[in-house]
């Protein structure tokens, strides 16, 4: 038996036809797959363990980048308070101790666009946020970057918080001439949480 050519084209219609619907198929769900992109994690509530009072003890180093080993210790009171259910917190620090008095604003703004937080500080001193160190949280531990100047010189600057426990967590800042080989530690602060009740 023969098929006729009306016969074959309608077999080659219903072929095209199909294929096409497979084609489409595949497309539609790989640009759905792509639309959802990888998975990321809510980082929204990443600073909720520090809401409350803590204890501050603190070094800090007087003269950065300068071959200095001249530090001043500080011991002081941080308040932690939650905003927006979480997505931001504004930190005050005061303390005391051989350099004086140290007064700090911490406004902190998450990012769901970007899974990332900003970390905005201001000194009672200059009276204006500071350029914004811009990360995130991974395995327990927050690491913040920003490029600045400092002493009419390009640096990197990184703020570490780590060692993150019920009642106390560890922070550290330090500072890059070189394009992050190398890293200075300039700020050392441990917060132990106060009891309330």
Known sequence: MTMTTYGKMALLGIACIA?????????SAQATDAHAGPSYRDGAHDFD??????KTHL???????SGSHAWATYDGTTVVRKVWDGRANLVELEADGQAGHLELLSLRLYNPDAHQWSLNVAS???????????GEFKNGRGEFIDQETFNGRAILVRFVIS???????????AFSDDGGK???????????RVKTG
Do not use: M, Y
């Open 19 to 27: 294929s096409l619907a497979l084609c489409t198929g595949r497309a």
């Open 59 to 65: 070094t800090r180093l007087l003269h950065p980048l």
């Open 182 to 192: 190398t890293w200075e530690v300039n700020w050392i602060a441990t917060d132990v």
């Open 49 to 54: 363990f520090e809401i409350g009072t803590w």
């Open 124 to 134: 009672s001193r200059g009276g204006s946020l500071g350029v914004p160190t811009i």
């Open 163 to 173: 060692d993150i426990k019920p009642d106390s967590c560890h922070f550290e800042q």
